[in-house]
């Protein structure tokens, strides 16, 4: 990451009105939180679609649940970096006009402080009843294999959205309004490749007059790099409060 870059990202957060933020992965990878596209294609020892799809599940929920288990007892042993807590010292700069979209399933963000979380891939720490529909917070407590549903016996799923799955609208809506709407998008430890996640990026830069910058921050470059306006090169837990810092104080 160079200085010079490091100046032009704080100089046009410093003038936007409105600031969108989408993370991935790689923004929990310093907490200890693996992140997904290892090259054996592999995801922890698993097939993607043997644990992350409606039919793997179907197929044998206990091998799901295994799996969710061992990552929300990962979760429970972990807590935020540095690049969480900046993100949230920027929302408390922008209030309101700050929107951060998380593909994230960890709850770091909110550990963190950050308030406006839209988590568009769902959460870790929730189960949905396949029976009555309720969506409830089970913390990270052990689940077993087969969770019934304490309400109706159904049965219960992670409330993680799958792939095939479509996202919730009532969080993808504002996700998408968020970055039509931001002045800057910071894309963050995200390889891209995961849509509709990452048609954020090209959404942000639809709108004309003036056209959003888009800051990328990332060890390397990406499917988002072809977007962006500049690129942040390192760990988000080192660069992230670097450009807090640069942003200097509120109306600097
Ligand atoms: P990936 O594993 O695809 O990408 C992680 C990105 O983080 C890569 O581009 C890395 O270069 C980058 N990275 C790693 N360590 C970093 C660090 N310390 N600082 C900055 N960047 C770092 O993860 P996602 O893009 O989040 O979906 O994956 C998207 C979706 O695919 C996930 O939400 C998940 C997965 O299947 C569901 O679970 C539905």
Known sequence: MTD?????AADWLRLAERVCVLTGAGVSAESGVPTFR??????????????????????????????Y????????????????????????????????VTQ???GLHRAAGSKKVLEIHGSLHRTRCLGCGKVEDRGLEPLGDAPECPHCHGQLRPDIVWFGE????????PAMLAAYECNVLLV???SAVVHP??????????????????IEINLTPTEASRHADVGLYGPSGEVLPKLVERLGAFGA
């Open 4 to 8: 010079e870059n490091l100046t032009r």
């Open 197 to 214: 996640a990452a048609s954020l990026i090209p959404i942000a830069k639809r709108r004309q007059l003036p056209v959003a910058k888009v």
């Open 104 to 106: 994230n399933v960890d």
């Open 69 to 100: 288990n061992a990552r929300r007892a990962n979760v429970k042993t972990v807590t935020p970096n540095p690049g969480h807590h900046a993100l949230a010292k920027l929302e408390a700069r922008w209030g309101d006009r700050f929107t951060l």
């Open 166 to 173: 479509a996202l919730p609208e009532p969080i993808w809506e």
């Open 38 to 67: 290892a090259s054996d294609g592999l995801w922890e020892g698993h097939r993607i679609e043997d644990v992350a799809s409606p039919d793997g599940f179907e197929r044998d929920p206990a091998l799901v649940w295994n799996f």
């Open 188 to 190: 963050i430890g995200t």
